[in-house]
């Protein structure tokens, strides 16, 4: 068979799976089960054993956390999709792939050696009968993957390796694998917000919206989209953070579409992410910046200050709770 259809990356939490128990449908995917394999997400380098290159991969969360993508493209040109999720009633993460060739696969997580993730699942035979497909995901040291796809034509008594490979981040992403750059990781994902803007006259007005924020240039930036129904009309923004290891901060830009633009810096201050603007209008004494605080898994506070004159004083002028899409409100 063709690395391609042998090359569905599969991972998940290095615990057997439990099955069985009640479980609860609804209620979004904050829960520590559903960031099982965030340690997978970005873009992978694929070479086999000696070192020839396989292909390259993709992997990105969606829908607000409840599902991992996988995007594969072999050295070749080829591709392959997959979607993993988590079944809360067989409380394991389970996957579908397919080919653009309509090859396809459907695995779930099994029981696994210590230290290692594995799925299995059962592929047709051109002849008839099944044969049973396993992935084993190991991580090594530095950061890398070792992949390993075995099948037995024996219901499990036996298995061959028909496929290895292993998985490094891309030359171009290792000064974006920092661990400061991963500082802004708790905003990724889509949200529903709740605005409260203070009219020139003291007066609180509310309003509500949705913000999408998703790493992209493999990891090395974060993309921020932003929709808003008021207070006064809908309004729209998108912003670009990316870490700069030569500053040791991080830089924002934000532009929408009333026409007006902002530049940032700032990064972590203790259990807050601040992100401030130079000195601007009022003859360059106005200084602006927004402040994450209140950071939960599901659950984000976010202000909107201005100060004058060197900043001793701060006023909110914008304040926005960010709860995860689905999530239950408090």
């Avoid at 049973?132 to 890398?144: C, E």
């Avoid at 529903?192 to 240039?217: C, F, M, S, Y």
Wanted: charged share 25%.
């Amino acid at each position: 068979m063709r690395p391609l259809l042998l090359s569905a990356a599969l991972a998940a939490c290095a615990a057997a799976p439990r099955a069985g128990g009640s479980f609860t449908a609804g209620g979004g995917c904050a829960a520590p089960e559903y960031r099982a394999l965030d340690f997978w997400l970005g873009d992978w380098e694929v070479r086999d054993a000696k070192g020839g290159l396989e292909g390259s991969n993709r992997i990105a969360a969606d829908l607000s956390g409840c599902s991992v993508r996988e995007s594969w493209t072999d050295a070749a040109g080829h591709r392959g999709e997959s979607l993993f999720f988590y079944d809360r009633a067989g409380r394991r993460w389970k996957q579908v792939w397919i080919t653009e060739e309509g090859n396809w696969k459907e695995k779930a997580q099994v029981e696994a050696p210590s230290g290692s993730v594995r799925f299995q699942g059962e592929l047709p035979r051109p002849g008839g009968g099944t044969v049973l497909d396993r992935t084993t995901l190991t991580p090594l040291a530095g950061g890398r993957v070792r992949q390993v796809i075995e099948q037995s034509p024996d219901g499990g008594a036996s298995w061959r390796s028909s496929w290895e490979g292993l998985y490094s981040r891309p030359a171009a992403a290792q000064s974006c694998a920092s661990p400061e750059s991963g500082q802004l990781d708790f905003w990724v994902g889509e949200w529903d917000v709740r605005l409260k803007q203070r009219t020139p006259g003291g007066e609180w007005q509310e309003a509500h919206g949705t913000n999408r924020i998703r790493k992209v240039l493999g990891g090395c930036a974060v993309l921020e989209s932003f929709e808003a129904d008021g207070p006064d009309a809908m309004w729209a923004g998108k912003s670009v953070s990316q870490y700069v290891p030569a500053e040791r901060r991080w830089h924002q830009v934000w532009v929408d579409d009333q026409g007006s633009w902002l530049a940032f810096t700032g990064g972590k201050q203790g259990d807050q992410f601040i992100l401030q603007t130079e000195p601007v209008g009022a003859a360059a004494g106005r200084t602006l910046r927004m402040v994450f605080h209140e950071i939960r898994p599901d659950h984000i506070s976010w202000r909107w200050e201005r100060a004058e004159s060197g900043g001793a004083t701060w006023t909110p002028l914008l304040l926005i709770e960010y709860r995860r899409s689905g999530t239950a409100r408090k």
